[in-house]
């Protein structure tokens, strides 16, 4: 017996509601940094695309299409293993503290040498640890000026840094004279 049109009524509500809340904990996800939301995110947009899917299957069913039936059956099954594998990938980064994107590294370095006083950035170390990045980074300052005048220009380094760069939960900025002649702080 062909199915009834309210699975498919039923099908459009799932899409539409899983729609919504995937767009809702992507938002949150992004404003959070958080990996759970993230990936709760993920699981909503999969719903959405199940839902979708089994709507798609109710059509041609009824309409005596019975084969994208079993296609819908694939497509649901190829969408689950690439979704687990993105996920297992991006909870396995998670874990390996890794560091941030290359996109961001050149940002806190064009943060860091707009402050005045900077000459140059001797290194930096960026990890992202769950929600978190953590920035070490040493500046280069002129070598004859005082340990007092370095040590303002680091803490303004790192208030640009906290104002400028999301999500920051550690930051730890060095300084050294920019030849390397003087003591390191």
Known sequence: APPHLIALVAAVIALLTNIFLYRYTKC????????????????NEADAFSSGLVAMGLLGTHFGVLILDHIVALLETLHIAILSIVIIKDSYAGLMDSSLPETTNNLIKKVTLKVGGVLSVQSLRTRQTGQEAWIEITI????????????????????????????????????????GSVKSY
């Open 140 to 179: 280069g300052v002129k070598p004859d000026i005082p340990v007092y005048r370095a040590r303002g220009i680091a803490e303004t380094v790192e208030d640009e840094l906290l104002d400028n760069i999301p999500h920051l939960g550690h930051v730890l900025v060095c300084f050294t004279g920019e030849n």
């Open 28 to 43: 949150v996800a992004k404003e959070t940094n958080s990996p759970i939301i993230k990936t709760a995110s993920r699981h």
